[in-house]
Structure formats: C-alpha cells, structure tokens
C-alpha cells in the first residue's frame, strides 16, 4: 500500500524485506552518509533499469519494512513487478540487493559533476542548470549548483546577489587559496523548498568572476585544475554538482569542462557536459564551437569529456519551418540523444520574476515535468 507523507511528495512504501538485507542496507546507507529511503528510492531505479535476468533473493522470512519512495515511483515499480511477474517482496530484494552492489563497503561513490554549457548566449543555460539540480534535489540528491557566470543570472533568480568584489568567493578558492579564510563549503547557501528538504544548496557568483580569465592567464600552477582544485573539498557533501557556464570559451571555460571529464574510478556517462541549444542555426554553429573546445583540451590532456545530451529550450513550433526542422537537426544527431525539449512558457519567466525555484513555483507545468525528464536521463545516462 502507499500513502502520502505529509512531510513532502513522497509515498509510504509498506513491504517485507530479508533482515540480512535491512541490516546491509542501514550500515551501508549510514557509511555513505545517505539516506536509507534514498537508498531504496535509487535501488528501484536500478531495477527498473536493468535488462538482465536477476537471479532470485531468497526472501524466507522476510520482516516487515517500510520506507518512503518519491511521489509515483512505488505504483511505477509494482507496475513493473507485474510485468515481470515477481512479487513486490521480491522485486524490493533484487532492488537492495543491487544498490549494495552498486555501492561497495568502504567506497565512496564519485560525485557526479554536471557542467551546462554553450558558449551562445541566451539559450538557457541558466534555467536548465536550475531546474535540473532541482529535479535532482527534488528525487533525493543532495545537490550544490555553482553559479560561474559573473553575470550572475542563476544567483538573482534564486534571490541572491552576487558576491561582491574583493569578498572571498570561489574566484578566491581558484586563484587565492592561500588567502582564503573560510571553507567553500561555508559559502553555500541553501534554496528552501518543501520539495527539496535541504538537499539543495547554491555557491553564488561572484564579482570578481568578470577578471577570471586574465587572472588564469598570470596563475602560476595548472591552470586547466583551479575549478576542480576548489571543488573538490565540497564532493564528499554532495551527490551531484550542477554548473551553470558563462557564455564563454576562455580559459575559465577550458578548466570547468576539465573539471566534467571522466575520472578512472567513474562509471562512463557519470559525468559530463548537458548542452542547451534552441531550435534554430546559430545554435547549431554555436554548438560546433563548443564542441571544437571540448575536443582539443581533451586531445591535450588526454581525458574524456563526454556530452550527456542536448536540451533543446525555448521551443515553439509556431515559429515555423526554421523551428521545427532545427529540432529535427537535432533529434538526428543521435549522439549526444536529445533528452528533453523544453517549451517556451510562461511559468518559467514568472518564477524568475517571483524569484523562486521553478518546481516549487509551477511544480506541475510542463517545464517542470521536462526538467525533471532532464534529471532522468543524467541519471540513467
């Protein structure tokens, strides 16, 4: 049975669970520092995603067990459970069963780095990066968004401002650690939301982001590893990083998209770049660019960078042939896949406008409902 929670969209989720399993699952959640129910919430997606033949759990004496799963998720997997013809019992077994696996004693997973980018202007960088990290927040993740625009468009729309110059930011932590007083992490600024239970926290732009590129231009040291330098101690607090870009292809640019490329204990597809284009040709031309970029600093420091797919955003077929046949474009690329095409709506501009999350402003609007198709695939990519 489900029910909801009162304490946010979640469901009730009443089973029956091996104790072996209960008690593997809590010492393992509690090692990782996560949340058992979004253990069990990323089980069953792992489940559901899994084309193989499972071998069966033997469930004999299986203890009552009961946790909260996000709105939908439990109907979803007893869906499935049908199709599959194994009980709920079971079906809950094989999906705990492969999270311990997915997530080995005394290994810490990698924290999953995101960077949105296009070096064209108004596409939508800014509401993409949001929404994603919100329907990530929203599904359990916990979740920091880096503002890395000097500009500051992501910070303003949450109600923040931009650090001032001169006050310590993470243009601090890249060029002047040694003059940094504080942890980043100190830095971060929580977004409230029901939806998101503190899971999602933000490091605003800053000021000083406008003089990034000459500053890396005299650093003394790696330039292409400042952005990772500073982030790093944030990882262990995090589950995915979300970077919304500058419109740029210096070298600020050059050392965030090193910072996406695939490190050698991460899965591939766990990390990389989510691309927001619009339905029309200087996109297209734009895209080329960045890609161009992508490709040469990864031929010069021998990693892999790899495009997780385009968002096509602002999309309205009323505009025409070029509209339309532009999606198209992009759809055949195949590689990257296009993972969601966001319409151009109003909810979207009155959240900027109220100075509010997306999905806490219009959680239901089709906007969200993309974002949140968005955060599906990263995750299954």
């Given at each position: 049975?489900?029910?909801?929670?009162?304490?946010?969209?979640?469901?009730?989720?009443?089973?029956?669970?091996?104790?072996?399993?209960?008690?593997?699952?809590?010492?393992?959640?509690?090692?990782?520092?996560?949340?058992?129910?979004?253990?069990?919430?990323?089980?069953?997606?792992?489940?559901?995603?899994?084309?193989?033949?499972?071998?069966?759990?033997?469930?004999?004496?299986?203890?009552?067990?009961?946790?909260?799963?996000?709105?939908?998720?439990?109907?979803?997997?007893?869906?499935?459970?049908?199709?599959?013809?194994?009980?709920?019992?079971?079906?809950?077994?094989?999906?705990?069963?492969?999270?311990?696996?997915?997530?080995?004693?005394?290994?810490?997973?990698?924290?999953?780095?995101?960077?949105?980018?296009?070096?064209?202007?108004?596409?939508?960088?800014?509401?993409?990066?949001?929404?994603?990290?919100?329907?990530?927040?929203?599904?359990?993740?916990?979740?920091?968004?880096?503002?890395?625009?000097?500009?500051?468009?992501?910070?303003?729309?949450?109600?923040?401002?931009?650090?001032?110059?001169?006050?310590?930011?993470?243009?601090?932590?890249?060029?002047?650690?040694?003059?940094?007083?504080?942890?980043?992490?100190?830095?971060?600024?929580?977004?409230?939301?029901?939806?998101?239970?503190?899971?999602?926290?933000?490091?605003?732009?800053?000021?000083?982001?406008?003089?990034?590129?000459?500053?890396?231009?005299?650093?003394?040291?790696?330039?292409?590893?400042?952005?990772?330098r500073a982030l790093a101690p944030l990882e262990e607090h995090f589950d995915v990083i979300v970077i919304d870009s500058p419109p740029s292809l210096g070298l600020s640019m050059d050392a965030?998209?090193?910072?996406?490329?695939?490190?050698?204990?991460?899965?591939?597809?766990?990390?990389?770049?989510?691309?927001?284009?619009?339905?029309?040709?200087?996109?297209?031309?734009?895209?080329?660019?960045?890609?161009?970029?992508?490709?040469?600093?990864?031929?010069?420091?021998?990693?892999?960078?790899?495009?997780?797919?385009?968002?096509?955003?602002?999309?309205?077929?009323?505009?025409?042939?070029?509209?339309?046949?532009?999606?198209?474009?992009?759809?055949?690329?195949?590689?990257?896949?296009?993972?969601?095409?966001?319409?151009?709506?109003?909810?979207?501009?009155?959240?900027?406008?109220?100075?509010?999350?997306?999905?806490?402003?219009a959680p239901e609007s089709e906007q969200a409902h993309q974002m949140r198709k968005i955060a599906r695939a990263v995750r299954t990519a």
């Amino acid at each position: 049975m489900s029910s909801p929670n009162p304490a946010g969209e979640r469901e009730k989720l009443n089973s029956k669970l091996p104790a072996h399993l209960q008690q593997s699952l809590k010492v393992r959640a509690a090692q990782l520092q996560t949340d058992m129910q979004d253990a069990v919430a990323a089980g069953i997606r792992l489940w559901q995603g899994c084309t193989d033949q499972l071998p069966l759990v033997d469930t004999a004496g299986a203890d009552s067990f009961g946790t909260y799963l996000p709105e939908g998720l439990y109907d979803a997997f007893k869906e499935d459970c049908r199709d599959r013809g194994v009980s709920y019992i079971q079906g809950l077994a094989q999906s705990v069963a492969l999270w311990l696996a997915e997530h080995p004693a005394g290994v810490r997973p990698v924290t999953r780095r995101l960077v949105v980018c296009n070096q064209k202007g108004g596409v939508g960088k800014t509401a993409v990066s949001a929404g994603l990290a919100q329907a990530l927040a929203e599904d359990g993740q916990r979740v920091l968004l880096v503002d890395y625009d000097a500009q500051g468009h992501l910070s303003h729309q949450l109600g923040l401002k931009a650090v001032p110059a001169g006050e310590e930011s993470l243009i601090t932590h890249m060029l002047h650690r040694e003059q940094a007083r504080m942890p980043l992490l100190d830095l971060t600024v929580a977004i409230e939301g029901d939806r998101f239970e503190g899971r999602l926290r933000i490091l605003p732009a800053a000021f000083d982001a406008f003089l990034l590129d000459s500053g890396l231009t005299v650093f003394r040291g790696p330039r292409h590893a400042t952005f990772e330098r500073a982030l790093a101690p944030l990882e262990e607090h995090f589950d995915v990083i979300v970077i919304d870009s500058p419109p740029s292809l210096g070298l600020s640019m050059d050392a965030a998209l090193y910072y996406a490329r695939q490190r050698e204990e991460e899965k591939p597809g766990s990390s990389g770049l989510v691309i927001p284009v619009e339905a029309e040709d200087t996109s297209a031309q734009a895209y080329g660019m960045l890609i161009q970029q992508t490709e040469s600093l990864a031929r010069d420091y021998d990693v892999v960078i790899e495009q997780i797919g385009l968002v096509v955003n602002k999309f309205d077929s009323r505009r025409g042939y070029i509209a339309t046949s532009s999606l198209e474009k992009w759809k055949s690329l195949g590689t990257p896949p296009v993972l969601a095409v966001v319409p151009d709506l109003k909810e979207q501009r009155e959240a900027v406008r109220t100075q509010r999350p997306l999905l806490e402003y219009a959680p239901e609007s089709e906007q969200a409902h993309q974002m949140r198709k968005i955060a599906r695939a990263v995750r299954t990519a």
